[in-house]
């Protein structure tokens, strides 16, 4: 089956063009464009004048795509921007008759559930390689993964258990507003930001965390997988990647320490010197550190010393979803 899925984000607009069949999924095209949608959105609750122009001109390049491919079933999917903002109804049905797509908003735990059902579907099963290979690793203390989805608005977690067949359905997830672009405009005032605002920032993800997150919950996860454009970038940065190679992306390991140095690194830097490094994808230079932020505190929430990288994430969800035969 052939599905069109876009995913209208805070910070980016995303497309995914695939070819979907006995629950596998091949990519025919997928593009990435930074809008930045969310921009003031977070103090305004209404969408900017220009960020909605610089949308609508990445959507009208898109639905020359869509209507190439022809796909039998398609979603535009918007996420948190279009849950805060007062006039985002009017914006969705403009972007959804754009493109030829149904348009709609996803529910931030719908979010989640579909970011955890997509990494999976792209993540191979460390245990499982082990045990294929004669390893015969004993069953885990710590048999859940975390999927963890850093947007431009809100932060997506979701913990659970692979699935011996069929799609993974994880058993607690959260939507948390504490995105990057909303911890940039909210905490970071300064560029870079001083002492006191990244306390306040810190502060603040990890208070929501606390009340998100059950004790018992941390307690289960053995295993993290980060998606979307702050864990990527880190990637890219760490591999000096000066053409951005999915292949090299995908499924890498982020450690701790990869993290803390990164983090280090960028907050001593103003956002326009972040740009000038390798592997900074333009339009992240200026959330990039609030990301590693998110990422650092989810890693220290769930005591995880590193993390996986995966390239698959809510856009594979949804397809997988719209493919299905009982969607």
């Given at each position: 089956?052939k599905?069109?899925?876009?995913?209208?984000?805070?910070?980016?607009?995303?497309?995914?063009?695939a070819?979907v069949?006995?629950?596998?999924?091949?990519?025919?095209r997928?593009?990435?464009?930074?809008?930045r949608?969310?921009?003031?959105?977070?103090?305004?609750?209404?969408?900017?004048?220009?960020?909605?122009?610089?949308?609508?001109?990445?959507?009208?390049?898109?639905?020359?795509?869509?209507?190439?491919?022809?796909?039998?079933?398609?979603?535009?999917?918007?996420?948190?921007?279009?849950?805060?903002?007062a006039?985002?109804?009017?914006?969705?049905a403009?972007a959804?008759?754009?493109?030829g797509?149904?348009?709609?908003?996803?529910?931030?735990?719908e979010?989640?559930?579909?970011s955890?059902?997509?990494?999976?579907?792209?993540?191979?099963d460390?245990?499982?390689?082990?045990q294929?290979?004669?390893?015969?690793?004993?069953?885990?203390?710590?048999?859940?993964?975390?999927?963890?989805?850093?947007g431009?608005?809100?932060?997506?977690?979701?913990?659970?258990?692979?699935?011996?067949?069929?799609p993974a359905?994880?058993?607690?997830?959260?939507?948390?507003?504490?995105g990057?672009?909303?911890?940039?405009?909210?905490?970071?005032?300064?560029?870079?930001?001083?002492?006191?605002?990244?306390?306040?920032?810190?502060?603040?993800?990890?208070?929501?965390?606390?009340?998100?997150?059950?004790?018992?919950?941390?307690?289960?996860?053995?295993?993290g997988?980060?998606?979307?454009g702050?864990?990527t970038?880190?990637?890219?940065?760490?591999?000096?990647?000066?053409?951005?190679?999915?292949?090299?992306?995908?499924?890498?390991v982020?450690t701790?320490?990869d993290?803390s140095?990164?983090?280090?690194?960028?907050r001593r830097l103003?956002?326009?010197?972040?740009?000038?490094?390798?592997?900074?994808?333009?339009?992240?230079?200026?959330?990039?550190?609030?990301?590693?932020?998110?990422?650092?505190?989810?890693?220290?929430?769930?005591?995880?010393?590193?993390?996986r990288?995966?390239?698959?994430?809510?856009?594979?969800?949804?397809?997988?979803?719209?493919?299905?035969?009982?969607?």
């Amino acid at each position: 089956m052939k599905v069109a899925v876009i995913d209208v984000g805070t910070n980016s607009v995303r497309l995914l063009l695939a070819q979907v069949a006995g629950g596998r999924l091949r990519d025919v095209r997928r593009e990435t464009t930074v809008t930045r949608l969310g921009a003031g959105v977070d103090r305004r609750r209404r969408l900017d004048a220009a960020a909605v122009a610089r949308t609508r001109a990445c959507l009208s390049g898109y639905a020359t795509h869509v209507a190439g491919f022809g796909p039998e079933t398609g979603l535009l999917a918007a996420t948190s921007v279009l849950r805060d903002a007062a006039d985002g109804a009017g914006f969705l049905a403009e972007a959804g008759t754009l493109v030829g797509l149904p348009a709609r908003v996803l529910r931030g735990e719908e979010e989640a559930a579909l970011s955890f059902a997509g990494a999976l579907s792209g993540v191979e099963d460390r245990g499982g390689e082990e045990q294929a290979a004669g390893g015969g690793r004993p069953a885990s203390p710590r048999p859940d993964t975390v999927v963890i989805d850093i947007g431009g608005g809100s932060l997506e977690l979701a913990v659970g258990r692979r699935a011996a067949s069929g799609p993974a359905a994880p058993s607690f997830v959260c939507s948390l507003d504490v995105g990057v672009v909303r911890l940039t405009e909210r905490f970071f005032a300064a560029d870079p930001p001083d002492e006191a605002q990244w306390d306040a920032a810190r502060d603040f993800v990890r208070a929501a965390l606390d009340e998100a997150l059950p004790p018992g919950l941390r307690a289960t996860v053995g295993e993290g997988i980060g998606l979307a454009g702050t864990f990527t970038t880190l990637v890219a940065h760490k591999l000096a990647l000066r053409v951005y190679d999915r292949s090299a992306v995908h499924g890498h390991v982020l450690t701790s320490a990869d993290l803390s140095a990164a983090q280090a690194e960028f907050r001593r830097l103003t956002s326009a010197e972040r740009g000038r490094l390798i592997g900074i994808q333009p339009g992240r230079e200026d959330v990039i550190l609030a990301g590693t932020l998110l990422a650092s505190e989810v890693c220290r929430a769930f005591g995880l010393d590193e993390v996986r990288v995966s390239e698959a994430d809510i856009l594979d969800g949804l397809a997988l979803s719209l493919a299905s035969p009982d969607s």
